[in-house]
Every structure is written in structure tokens, then in C-alpha cells.
């Protein structure tokens, strides 16, 4: 995905300083990084938890043919909780993994 490893980075991955990234391994077709449905965020710029500081998460839906088009963070955890979807924590080479990347809204 052509990240630059910042290992010193990965030490805010437990930390509420980071927020979450969610990207999906299958389901929609769509501009995501994985060729799926784009990701999902738990905040966004002008939120007070915001941070461009994100922990990703992988999501597998269990059936790709019943996929939905996921936009919250609610979504995500209605759907995990439902066993519709596999929620997993990104942790390329068994490590601690954060991505330092900011929201950028297209339309401003």
C-alpha cells in the first residue's frame, strides 16, 4: 500500500490518541485500497475525538454475495455483532500497526 514505516508511530496504537480505519477485504466492489467498498472511520475532522492518527482494521464479510454498504462505525459494530462480518485488527509482521493519515473531504 506503498506505507512508510514509522515504527516509533506504533506505540499510539493502544492509545485513545488514535482513532480506527476500517477496510474491507471482500464485498462490494468499490475505490477502497483493498478494490472493496472504501473505508469507514470512528471520527472525522471537527469531531472532538478526531485524530489523524488511525489503528486499521480489516473487515471480511462472511458471505461476500449478502454484502451491504457499510457507513458508521455503528454499522460495523451492528454487523460484527450480527456475525454478518470478521473484524481484525491490522498487525502486518505480527507488530503493532498505525497510520498516519489525515481526512481530507473532496468537496471543500
Known sequence: MGITNA???AALASSPAAAD???FMN?????GPMGF???ITSSAPGDENYSLMLRIYFIAWKDPKSALLLQTKNDVDVHEKAVQISVNLAKPMNADH???API???FQ
Open 21 to 23: 480505519m476500517f477496510h
Open 27 to 31: 464485498g462490494i466492489l468499490d475505490s
Open 104 to 106: 481530507v473531504d473532496p
Open 37 to 39: 467498498q472504501a473505508g
Open 98 to 100: 498505525i497510520v498516519n
Open 7 to 9: 515504527p516509533k508511530n
